[in-house]
């Protein structure tokens, strides 16, 4: 399993970046795949996941309105979408999925908000 997310980089708040994610190693579009984060000095935080084949997707209350995860299954790719970015926004962002029982990270892509 092969996760390899890209994308971060240093915006200003109030600004946009498109964080990708490409999946190998297991059938992807059997999988729910989520966007996780992670802050300096705090826990990580899932915030938000995308089912299979419906597209349903579920957002933490932080990101919500603001963020948008799509899938591309032929593609095997996972996408996050960020807009209105905020300074709490900054951390390391990582995809995610759990496949029989074990969670799997792509390495992370650095996300920094600041003016």
């Known amino acids: 399993v092969q996760l390899q997310a ?9 600004g946009s970046l498109r964080l990708s994610c490409v999946a190998s190693g297991f059938p ?6 989520h966007w996780v984060r992670q802050a300096p000095g705090k826990r990580l935080e899932s ?9 349903r997707a579920t ?24 807009n209105q970015l905020k300074p709490e ?3 390391v962002y ?15 892509t650095q996300v920094t908000v600041s003016s």
């Open 28 to 33: 992807f579009d059997r999988f729910w795949m």
């Open 6 to 14: 890209s994308g971060g980089g240093l915006v200003q708040p109030g």
């Open 47 to 55: 915030i938000a996941l995308i089912d299979p084949p419906s597209e």
């Open 94 to 108: 990582y995809c995610m999925s759990t496949i029989d029982g074990t969670p799997y990270f792509g390495q992370g």
């Open 89 to 91: 926004d900054t951390g």
């Open 59 to 82: 957002y933490a209350d932080s990101v919500k309105g603001r963020f948008t995860i799509s899938r591309d299954d032929a593609k095997n790719t996972l996408e996050l979408q960020m």
